[in-house]
């Protein structure tokens, strides 16, 4: 048998009568907390570039996948081999540069393919939020901010009211990891010294900025 074989085995005998009374008490959302921490310690070892602890690290997320997986075949809705065909298919499917007859030369088109074939996929999961792809409540402010400005871009909405675009052309002329590190972090102190939390004000914000073009859009609707 493979490792991943050996691996979905191990975790099915720990979840079978006579197996492991703490992972047999387990549901998807009991773990979910772990599951978090899993990843923290994975982009830790990502951020200090230590391969070694990469390598356990991947391997405790891993673990999450089969275990989540073994939890839903017990319940009859879908196996490891499915999750892992579906997204084998997506990868193929959003790749037909590589596996069809596509053509995309540089990022920048396999981005547009992407998009194109993406488009073109029966929607699954939670709806848009107006205008605005969904996005897990439960991300960090600044990617969830990231990733509606990035949706505002991409799909030319009209924020120039609420977004100012020439100062964020400044900010971004010649920003560097450091600089941007550098800014983050005072005004991260900053904010300790007016009392207000960066997080939450950062997700207000972003907020805002949303439901202002969401409720643009659907008046011109």
């Known amino acids: 048998m493979s490792a991943i074989d050996d691996l979905r085995e191990t975790v099915a005998r720990l979840r079978s009568p006579g197996g492991c009374p703490w992972d047999i008490e387990q549901t998807h959302e009991s773990i979910c907390d772990c599951l978090i921490e899993e990843v ?37 809705q879908f196996d490891f081999d499915a999750v892992a065909a579906d997204i084998n298919a997506k990868l193929i499917r959003r790749h037909p540069h590589v596996f069809g007859h596509a053509f995309a030369e540089n990022s920048e088109q396999v981005l547009h393919v992407w998009d194109q074939v993406k488009s ?3 929607k699954r999961g939670p709806v848009n939020n107006g205008v605005f792809k969904h996005l897990p409540p439960s991300i960090p402010s600044l990617l969830y901010a990231r990733d509606i400005f990035k949706q505002i871009v991409k799909q030319m909405l009209p924020a ?20 941007a590190g550098r800014m983050l972090f005072e005004i991260a102190a900053a904010c300790r010294k007016a009392n207000i939390d960066p997080e939450s004000a950062l997700r207000r914000h972003a907020l805002d900025v949303m439901e202002h073009i969401n409720a643009r859009s659907a008046n011109k609707s």
């Open 160 to 179: 120039e009211d609420v977004v100012d675009f020439n100062y964020i052309h400044s900010l971004a002329d010649g920003l560097t990891d450091a600089t």
């Open 120 to 122: 073109g996929e029966v």
């Open 40 to 76: 923290a310690e994975l982009l830790d070892t990502i951020d200090r570039k230590d391969s070694e602890h990469m390598r356990e690290e991947l391997g405790d997320v891993l673990l999450h996948v089969v275990m989540h997986s073994q939890m839903a075949e017990e319940a009859r």
